[in-house]
């Protein structure tokens, strides 16, 4: 089987984290601001997405910080993918709680983008993450 590059994605309404059409989804809605080159979403995860008991899993928390980096970076360009992530724990996050994630695009000097991203709960900080955004389209 031959691998082509990946050249392009295609927004189809089913993402896992975002897509208004994937039954078993998160349904995230992320708010950008182009100008402060941030990302923005507010949630509830219910014991659907747990790991440990009352714990949100926290593959679930990575993904979550993982759209929050990539919307920061679509704020400026049309598309983007992870090309590494780095996910720290700080809190468990229980379930059933009001979550905010916020990402903000720290650099952009190459076609590798960093970006970071932050999960709390009443302002505090429960995960973290840094990730490089390889950048596949420019807006």
Known sequence: MSREPLRQVVNDTACFVCGPDNPI??????????????????????DHFQGWQDV??????????DEACAYACMAVVKSCVTAEIKVRYRKPVPVG???EIFGHLVDDRRKIWTAQAQIKIDGTLHAEAESKMFILEQS
């Open 97 to 99: 709680r009001v979550i």
């Open 25 to 46: 989804g998160l349904k995230a809605r992320f708010e950008v601001d182009k100008n402060a080159r941030t990302s923005y979403a507010r949630l509830t995860l219910t």
């Open 56 to 65: 949100v899993h926290g593959g679930i928390l990575a993904t979550l910080l």
